[in-house]
């Protein structure tokens, strides 16, 4: 996944079909930006930013499908490329977010069993 400065608005799914491949490129996050290339503010230039995804696959694929299943290819490919350094960082960071929610849904049931034993105390 790149960030990638774009002229006009890019649509969210572009599929080029090559060589018995579908080349797919997957964006979001798209905001609009000015990049300032000096001080004149004349210079300034209206882009669009987003990240950007890039893969293939075999055979011949719509931009619709693509489109339908586009939340799940983008999980599936996210971290096409990244070295094991990033991968693990990216594991590490996952797993210590997920000890946090465990954390909290821990908190909310001790609290959940806390307000039934108060409940049923005062019947």
């Known amino acids: 996944m790149v960030e990638t400065y774009y002229g006009p608005k890019p649509e969210r799914v ?12 997957l964006v979001k996050d798209v905001e609009r930006d000015t990049v300032d290339r000096g001080p004149d503010e004349r ?10 995804l890039h893969f293939t696959m075999w055979g011949t694929v719509s931009a ?3 489109e339908r299943g586009f939340d799940a290819l983008w999980t599936e490919h996210e971290r096409d490329g990244m070295g094991d350094a990033e ?6 960071q996952a797993t210590a977010d997920n ?25």
């Open 14 to 25: 572009h599929v080029e079909h090559l060589d018995g491949r579908t080349h797919v490129w």
């Open 43 to 52: 210079e300034a230039v209206k882009v669009y930013t987003g990240k950007t």
């Open 64 to 66: 619709a499908e693509i």
């Open 87 to 92: 991968r693990i960082s990216a594991i590490e």
């Open 99 to 123: 000890g946090k929610q465990m954390e909290t849904v821990f908190q909310a049931v001790a609290e959940l069993g806390d307000m039934i034993a108060t409940a049923g105390g005062g019947a």
